[in-house]
């Protein structure tokens, strides 16, 4: 995870991508603000941008660090715990 991943949103312009929740699932953050979150999806069709409230993206973070330290995947899980508590705490 040490390279950072970018996406221009056609309304909120720059993401910065916080997290992979899953195999076709991001969980990205407007790049200045981080106050606006979304799951970006990417399929066949394209990509999909779901909002999401701050406690929720907090959720979805908070899980894939649970799953990182389960699976003893350290390389991933701490710098994305330092992100967690930048954005978060």
């Known amino acids: 995870m040490n390279a950072e991943n970018y996406l221009n949103h056609p309304t909120f312009g720059l993401l910065y ?3 992979v929740l899953d195999e ?13 979150f979304f799951v ?11 909002p999401l409230i701050r406690a929720d993206a907090r959720l979805l973070v908070e899980n894939r660090l649970r799953l990182l330290r389960r699976q003893g995947i350290e390389g991933e899980y701490q710098p994305l715990s330092a992100i967690y508590k930048q954005i978060f705490q």
């Open 17 to 19: 991508r916080i997290c």
């Open 24 to 36: 076709h699932r991001d969980l990205f953050t407007t790049l200045y603000a981080q106050r606006v």
């Open 40 to 50: 970006v999806s990417n399929d066949a069709m394209g990509f999909k941008f779901e």
